[in-house]
């Protein structure tokens, strides 16, 4: 098979073989939050993680939402949840997205709030734990900024660490 | 078109400019449900199939077609997103529903267009990034170079064009989707801020938000699911060359050739007797006079004469965008294409109220996937099924 | 109708994949056109349809990609769509082409995938920092990294799983490679070079990810009554599936793909296989980390829950083995241009069940091959069957 496609290498940019233009996207946004994304960011404001109850799936669920995406009803109840959980997986990262190393590792998780049913997780990072000590099925808490602090976004949980 | 497919459900929300207490999901969530329940169907969990028409950067999200499902109940279902007009999305779930795989196939298209804060800067980045976009022109200016010379070859006038911005926001005054009904003069429209010679600011559309489902079905769930399914005939699109630089501005053969497509599979041998009404792209004024000569429902140049003599009007022998179009309701961008189709299927049911024509057998709806593209596409909607 | 074996593969053709191409994005597209063209001796005037696949719109750089790839993809004044479902996309879009076909509508079409991930500036995993959902993730900063490193160590911890049986895949792969004409990173390499290489976010280390890549693939589908007169060899679509799981992925058991499942089962069902574990000779899992093949074989039923790495292990899916699984090299070895690597899949199938994979060839008459991509927030399964 003869194939086509020429692979470039640093040098041939370095000394004006391959010229490029460069530009750079001028996208901004601002997304309405709608009425479940609204309110569950309004709770993380007042320190309580938010989710939704559908009554025909007997199911709690966050982040919420106003209706069902299994049964399409919007038949729901909010409930208060617990800023405890357990960590469903979590990943010790050493790059930043550019492919450089990180000083101190990140520490994302899936942590399953208390009170969601069984299963029912956010995405978040943990802290205040060696890595080498964080396990699958550990019990941890959030650790909230402080209330002047608290925006109404998901960072105003700062991090979670083990109870 | 062999192997008939219907509509059956529509489903939407009413545009407007600012929709600030819903999330996008929220949205679609609404125009789904009604969608469902106008298509008499049972339960979600009937349908085989779903079709979102999405771009990312309208969107702001890199692969958003991963947002795509729970809204429309589509979780654990076969769904995938075009990039294109939602009459795209109509024209993927018709070819779906014939190979007999799928019976029942969702379409949806929304615009969110308020929560995207640099419109003209995303348009722009769809600029060929060698040789246009250093240039640094607004891409609205594309279009003016082609309305320049569509008048040029075409021999129609501005006057024309002032004159197709004067029905359709009359037009709008009878739809309750409106969002921007006016009654203006010939002098109004082209007195208004010049913004891209010789485009003036109120020949072209405002972008408002709003959502759009539709449930297709086979001839068989169809007759079952709704006393009126409205039949999809044929449809036709058909890409022109994206470089500024080779395209064909004198015949707007994407226009064309999209037409000639859906005409043959429709058995349509004249569109000018055998087409009732007509929902056009209008995203700038004179696109709806030079769609329509391409579509060859006019002969080149005759357009702008008809419509002084009221032949597109709603009484005229070839009504077009009695709905309003996008300059009467305003532009969804690719979900404009669900505008169209909703007038269409009021029309056929015979459920237009107000602005229900007298003669109303078969339609044609034509997107434009706007400035710097070539991409259009033909549908032509029936009461009767092949 | 029902679509199976209506639809053939007629040609096929690609480009090299590199880490940074010095053509353009279109002119990745033309190159693979014209290779796919030229297999099948046919011309442009020989199509009656174009199909596009490419991920992201930010990696090249372009808003509305679709429509500025569409000249250099060969569908100048021809009806041409645009499909995506992310890193699924590349095994969608020959599904899109059947469909086109099968509907009756069209007798050919050509299907073209692209991507040109260098264009994005530093590096082009920035381009999917904005995969995240835009209100309850985005603000903590997630790189694409985190969510397989997640989906891995779920995996990893729900069947007791090694890294060092993962790191089975990652040597089998880039060592199938060097066979292809078109790798990028294939290479001898041993399993204490994998288990050993950096770590970039633990259980994911360096040589277990795919690299990010440029390059285009291309194919050209046609009905019964052409393919037949194009080809002697004709490969037929005998099933296809896809399936979207929902968007709140953190709700989901990240341990099996059930969205997989449903797709494979779809496509099980239309090609009237039974036992995919008999009937499918050679498989093209999704890899573009080392445990997505073993997660994907067993959503696609092809080995059971947990138990995928031991294939690997034994043997059974090396070249040579019962069920070869990726005898191209798959991503990890050939590279991975997002859409265009799950079409390289396609090829490779293609090109193995025509007995023309040269040193790649599988040995015995492999009769039914199955290739699989996925993608988006570890959501989607696209699965095609094939067979000669």
Redesign the interface.
């Known amino acids: 098979?003869n194939?086509?496609?020429?692979?470039?290498k640093g040098k041939?940019f370095e000394n004006g073989h391959?010229l490029t233009?460069?530009?750079r996207?001028?996208?901004?946004?601002?997304?309405?939050?709608?009425?479940?994304?609204?309110k569950?960011?309004q709770g993380l404001k007042e320190g309580k993680i938010l989710g939704t109850y559908c009554k025909k799936c007997d199911r709690t669920?966050?982040?919420p939402?106003?209706?069902c995406?299994?049964c399409?009803g919007?038949n729901i109840e909010w409930r208060v949840l617990k800023d405890t959980g357990r960590i469903?997986?979590?990943?010790?990262?050493?790059?930043?997205?550019?492919?450089s190393r990180v000083e101190h590792p990140?520490l994302?998780?899936?942590i399953e709030i208390d009170g969601a049913t069984k299963?029912?997780?956010?995405?978040?990072?943990l802290d205040e734990v060696a890595?080498k000590d964080i396990k699958?099925g550990m019990k941890v808490k959030a650790v909230w900024k402080r209330k002047e602090e608290r925006k109404g976004?998901?960072?105003d949980i700062q991090y979670w660490k083990p109870l | 078109m062999s192997n008939s497919v219907a509509i059956v459900g529509m489903g939407y929300t009413s545009p407007r400019p600012l929709t600030p207490e819903v999330s996008y999901k929220e949205m679609i969530y609404e125009a789904a449900i009604k969608a469902y329940h106008d298509a008499n169907l049972p339960s979600h969990k009937d349908i085989d199939g779903f079709v979102t028409c999405a771009e990312d950067f309208i969107e702001g999200t890199s692969i958003f077609d991963e947002y795509t499902p729970d809204q429309l109940g589509g979780v654990q279902k076969p769904m995938h997103t075009i990039t294109g007009d939602l009459l795209h999305g109509i024209a993927t779930a018709v070819m779906n529903i014939q190979t007999g795989q799928q019976d029942i196939v969702v379409v949806e298209a929304h615009s969110k267009l308020s929560n995207v804060k640099s419109l003209d800067h995303i348009t722009h980045y769809a600029t060929d990034p060698i040789l246009t976009r250093p240039l640094n022109v607004n891409p609205h200016a594309f279009a003016a170079l082609d309305m320049q010379r569509f008048l040029h070859v075409s021999k129609n006038t501005l006057k024309h064009c002032a004159e197709v911005v004067i029905k359709n926001k009359r037009n709008a005054f009878k739809n309750d989707l409106s969002c921007h009904a006016q009654n203006l003069t010939v002098q109004e429209v082209l007195d208004s801020e010049e913004t891209f010679r010789p485009l003036t600011h109120l020949q072209k559309a405002s972008p408002v938000d709003g959502a759009f489902v539709f449930v297709l079905a086979n001839a068989k769930k169809a007759k079952k699911l709704n006393k009126k399914p409205i039949w999809i005939r044929g449809c036709g699109w058909i890409s022109d060359s994206p470089s500024l630089e080779t395209r064909a501005w004198d015949t707007c053969d994407y226009a064309k050739l999209s037409g000639q497509m859906a005409y043959r599979q429709a058995k349509i041998k004249n569109p000018k007797t055998q087409i009732d009404f007509f929902e056009i792209d209008d995203t700038y004024a004179f696109k709806e006079l030079q769609h329509l000569e391409a579509l060859g429902i006019y002969d080149k140049g005759k357009s702008g004469n008809a419509l002084l003599n009221g032949a597109l009007d709603p009484d005229g022998a070839m009504p077009t965008n009695v709905s309003g179009g996008t300059l009467g309701v305003g532009t969804f961008h690719d979900a404009s294409g669900g505008l169209r189709t909703v007038e269409m299927i009021k029309q056929l049911r015979g459920e237009a109220g107000p602005r229900q024509l007298k003669k109303a057998n078969t339609g044609l709806a034509f997107s434009w996937r706007g400035v710097p593209t070539t991409s259009g596409i033909t549908v032509i909607y029936s009461r009767k099924g092949a | 109708m029902s679509g199976k074996d209506e639809v053939a593969i007629v040609g096929a053709g690609m480009t090299k994949f590199m880490r940074r191409a010095k053509e353009t994005p279109k002119e990745l597209c033309f190159e693979a056109v014209r290779a796919a063209l030229d297999s099948a001796e046919m011309t442009l005037d020989d199509i009656d349809c174009v199909i596009h696949g490419t991920a992201p719109d930010a990696f090249d750089g372009i808003h509305m990609k679709g429509e500025y790839l569409s000249d250099g993809s060969g569908a100048f004044k021809k009806p041409y769509m645009r499909g995506y479902v992310g890193g699924g996309t590349g095994v969608f879009s020959p599904i899109q082409g059947w469909y086109h076909i099968a509907s009756g509508q069209f007798e050919t079409a050509l299907v073209v995938c692209e991507e040109k991930m260098s264009s994005f500036q530093p590096h082009p995993q920035g381009a999917f920092l904005t995969i995240f959902d835009n209100m309850t993730e985005r603000p903590l900063k997630p790189n694409l990294l985190w969510i397989f490193a997640l989906e891995m160590n779920r995996y990893m911890q729900t069947y007791g799983i090694t890294i060092e049986d993962i790191a089975h895949v990652s040597v089998k792969n880039k060592n199938n490679a060097i066979k292809h004409p078109a790798a990028q990173l294939g290479k001898e390499i041993t399993l204490e070079e994998v288990v050993n290489s950096e770590v970039l976010a633990w259980p994911v280390h360096r040589e277990m990810v795919s690299p990010t890549s440029d390059g285009a693939c291309a194919v050209i589908l046609a009905n019964k009554k052409r393919a037949k007169k194009i080809t002697p060899k004709p490969i037929w679509i005998s099933g296809v599936g896809w399936n979207l799981d929902t968007s709140y992925w953190t709700n989901r058991d990240l341990a099996y793909p059930q969205y997989v499942e449903n797709a494979a089962r779809l496509a099980y069902k239309m090609a009237g296989i039974k036992e995919p574990k008999k009937q499918i000779n050679i498989v093209e899992p999704y890899d573009p980390f080392a445990y997505k093949e073993c997660h994907h074989l067993e959503g696609l039923l092809l080995a059971d829950k947990g138990k995928a790495p031991q294939l690997a292990i034994d043997g059974v899916t090396q070249r040579t083995g019962n069920m070869p699984s990726c005898p191209s090299g798959g991503l990890l070895g050939v590279g991975n241009p997002i859409a265009a690597a799950g079409l390289m899949k396609v090829c490779e199938l293609f090109w193995q069940l025509r007995g023309e994979a040269e040193a790649r060839q599988v040995p015995g008459k492999p009769k039914y091959g199955l290739a699989q991509a996925w993608g988006d927030l570890m959501q989607v399964g696209t699965v095609i069957i094939v067979r000669n």
């Not at chain 1, 194939?3 to 470039?8: F, I, S």
């Not at chain 1, 469903?88 to 492919?99: K, L, Q, R």
């Open positions: 098979m194939l086509k496609g020429t692979p470039l041939d391959v233009t460069k530009s996207s001028n996208a901004f946004y601002a997304w309405d939050t709608g009425q479940g994304i609204g569950y960011l669920v966050v982040p939402r106003v209706f995406e299994l399409m919007s469903n997986t979590f990943s010790i990262c050493y790059v930043n997205w550019d492919a990140h994302p998780a899936v299963g029912h997780g956010i995405m978040h990072v890595p699958i976004d998901i960072t």
